[in-house]
């Protein structure tokens, strides 16, 4: 309203009536739906938000409060009503009960079923029960309370980043349905007379996921072992490949080329392997690899000279809440002078559940380590079968190009 | 309540009433705020009153868009008629909305805003909203309805949307407001 014209002290003349009251003339009008309720816009009455365009007489008609056309303190041009009242109130009470929850239950219960959709699914159902928007923006909503999740379980430290996108992945559905199912007893509620409606739904959205806790931490039993295996045709003769042997903190870039992005991209905070030290050439020998978030200490509980090496892990200093390593081994069969069978085998403890969600991430993220070792491993037995001139050495003159290459050996992981 | 009418000769014709929670002279108070109102169709992109000051026969400069393509198009307030208790005229205004080539091009209509008290404590209005023009696009008559129903119909939800808004923030709001604070003499009574 700075446009406003100065008083005139013989007053404005007014299509109303000559030598009228001052008229208040649009400011900047909002216009258009896109910008309404933005910006400076028609002028208000202070008290009741009548609109003051136009009068002759410079007092609301509804309250009788007086205002000055030009002084802009005596009414309003802000919107009367601010469009986040629609749906902010409810976002933040789903990320807040979200949030409460995972504080609440992860502690007590571990990362069960609860955890990983029960309180998706109630903070979608708060969402869609506590907005008041066009459906077309409830998903969208959806998506905002599950990166605000996400980030809460960042900063509490409750997940990584790696672990907490593939607990997106699975927490989405739960959110949208959470969020179909608020929306649908709004829908219904909303025609009711039903006294409660206020806040039992959300209350019963609360507390549904502590309930459930409970249930889970009463009927919990412990998930039995998993191993994951990995076999490859390596296109070395068994005696190299046993040579190139290497656990995953051992493995040389230089030789096995780049790591996996899964493992490269830092930004996903799986563990980085710093150092390692020790021997396995015994058993009960044991090899410590420092990562950059604890140590991991292995010791050879079995070793065959050409065919098999086993170990068992004695300290894990990480990643202890998905899952606590158990043991592993090398195998190795010869498949002809030039090939080897490498078999590949992690044995772990999971600590996430439910199992038939978390596992095919699990296996898959093992399988690729398993697969960047097998790498590692063709690549330094094909370093140790060249001579000085960079040719094959005799041993591997009868193999011609027939063989397959090291990416092979990825196309043959599971 | 929403009822579109496209008869044979191109004539459209498009009602609905609405009960709002507000009194007559709240829900027009609101309604007063000619800018906002006129631009709750869907293709009102900005609507400019000739003065700032909407009154009969002030002239309107309204500009369409619709998905990327806009067009300016004309029109001129042809009623603008205050709330008044004693007056048994419902309280509205209507306002014309014409293509630039001339009144028969276009689908030239006028829009209304027709406001009465309801209820017997008169809390409540009665909003009537009516579109009447004329369909001058070449396409079947069920297609016109249609189209009509799905503009007309958005509009009706978002002029509800804005009265129940403005109920929702007056009984939020403290209650009337201390004739201490007012910045100048109450008139007599």
């Known amino acids: 309203m700075t446009d406003i014209p100065p008083p005139d002290p013989a007053g404005p003349k007014t299509a109303a009536g000559p030598a009228a009251s001052p008229v208040l003339p649009y400011g900047h009008p909002p216009t258009g739906p896109e910008q309404q309720g933005a910006g400076p816009g028609v002028p208000r009455c202070l008290s009741c938000g009548y609109v003051l365009v136009g009068l002759n007489d410079p007092r609301c008609p509804e309250c009788g409060r007086w205002f000055n056309p030009w002084d802009p303190s005596t009414f309003n041009t802000r919107p009367p009503f601010l469009r986040w009242r629609y749906w902010l109130p409810g976002l933040v009470l789903a990320l807040a009960a979200g949030l409460l929850g995972y504080a609440a239950i992860v502690p007590f219960s571990g990362w069960g079923w609860p955890a990983v959709f029960v309180i998706p699914f109630s903070a979608g159902t708060i969402l869609g029960y506590g907005v008041r928007v066009k459906w077309v923006v409830l998903p969208m909503l959806g998506l905002i309370l599950l990166a605000g999740l996400l980030f809460g379980l960042f900063s509490m430290n409750f997940a990584g980043v790696y672990c907490g996108l593939i607990l997106a992945g699975m927490a989405l559905g739960p959110i949208l349905v959470g969020i179909g199912a608020g929306w649908l007893l709004r829908a219904i509620l909303k025609r009711s007379r039903f006294s409660q409606r206020w806040h039992l739904p959300t209350l019963i959205s609360l507390l549904l996921p502590l309930a459930c806790a409970v249930f889970d931490r009463l009927t919990w039993t412990p998930p039995p072992l998993e191993t994951v295996r990995t076999s490859a045709v390596l296109d070395v003769p068994a005696g190299r490949a046993w040579d190139g042997m290497r656990f995953y903190e051992q493995v040389d870039e230089r030789t096995a080329g780049p790591r996996p992005r899964l493992f490269a991209w830092h930004w996903l905070g799986l563990p980085r392997p710093l150092s390692n030290g020790g021997s396995v050439a015994i058993v009960g020998g044991r090899e410590t690899c420092v990562y950059d978030k604890g140590r991991l200490v292995k010791q050879v509980t079995a070793r065959d000279e050409g065919r098999r090496l086993a170990f068992r892990v004695v300290e894990q200093g990480f990643e202890t809440h998905s899952m606590r390593l158990v043991d592993g081994s090398f195998t190795f069969e010869p498949i002809d002078a030039t090939h080897t069978r490498v078999t590949l085998e992690t044995t772990y403890a999971p600590r996430l559940r439910p199992r038939w969600a978390w596992r095919p991430s699990e296996a898959w993220t093992v399988h690729t380590l398993h697969g960047y070792v097998l790498r590692g491993m063709e690549a330094r037995g094909r370093l140790a079968m060249m001579d000085d001139g960079g040719r094959m050495k005799d041993e591997r003159e009868s193999a011609t190009a027939a063989s397959p290459s090291s990416s092979d050996v990825a196309g043959g992981l599971p | ?189």
């Open chain 2, 1 to 189: 309540m929403i009822r579109v009418d496209v008869t044979r000769s191109g004539a459209v014709c498009c009602r609905a009433d609405l009960d709002l929670p507000l009194s007559a002279r709240a829900a027009w108070g609101r309604l007063r705020d000619f800018t906002r109102f006129a631009s709750h169709d869907y293709f009102h992109a900005d609507v400019r009153v000739a003065g700032g000051v909407p009154r009969v026969g002030a002239a309107l400069a309204i500009r369409h868009r619709f998905a990327g393509f806009g067009v300016g198009r004309v029109g001129r307030i042809l009623r603008w008629r205050e709330f008044d208790p004693a007056d048994p005229r419902p309280a509205g205004y209507s306002f014309s909305d014409l293509s630039a080539r001339g009144p028969r091009h276009g689908f030239p209509h006028v829009f209304a805003y027709d406001l009465a008290p309801a209820g017997k404590a008169n809390d409540r209005c009665r909003l009537r909203i009516v579109v009447r023009g004329r369909w001058t696009a070449p396409v079947p008559r069920w297609a016109a309805r249609l189209w009509l129903w799905w503009v007309f119909g958005h509009v009706v939800l978002s002029v509800r949307n804005a009265f129940l808004a403005a109920a929702v923030t007056r009984k939020n709001a403290a209650g009337p407001p201390d004739a201490a604070v007012c910045y100048g003499p109450k008139e007599a009574p």
